[in-house]
């Protein structure tokens, strides 16, 4: 068994150190991520969040895959919450129902 040790935060430079970079470095002050996944998959980290999914539905991970690519981190953290403000008997924020999303109880 191999041990990985995942650092998520870039090097961190001392004000003597930072004076050697290149000059680019200093101007860009940004920094790249990348994640890489256990399926062979990688790309740009910039905003990446991870969730445990079990127990989502198959009318959530719909609601996943036909939502705006600029608002489904945003629908994860909903789903994630647990929290769906209910009204008429359909959460207010991702419209879909306490069975649909598994809930026994709203
Ligand atoms: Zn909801």
Not at 94 to 105: A, D, S
Request: hydrophobic share 30%; charged share 20%; aromatic share 10%.
């Amino acid at each position: 068994m191999t041990t990985h040790t995942i650092s998520l935060i870039g090097p961190q430079f001392t004000g003597d150190q930072k004076n050697h970079l290149p000059e680019h470095h200093e101007k860009e002050n940004t920094m790249s991520n990348t994640y890489f996944s256990d399926d062979g998959n990688y790309g740009p980290a910039n905003g990446l969040i991870m969730f445990n999914t079990d127990g989502w539905s198959p009318e959530m991970w719909q609601e996943i895959i036909d939502v705006e690519d600029n608002e489904r981190s945003s629908l994860a953290v909903h789903f994630s919450s647990g929290h769906h403000p209910w009204r008429d008997a359909m959460c207010n924020t991702c419209g879909l129902t306490p069975f649909e999303l598994g809930v026994l109880e709203v």
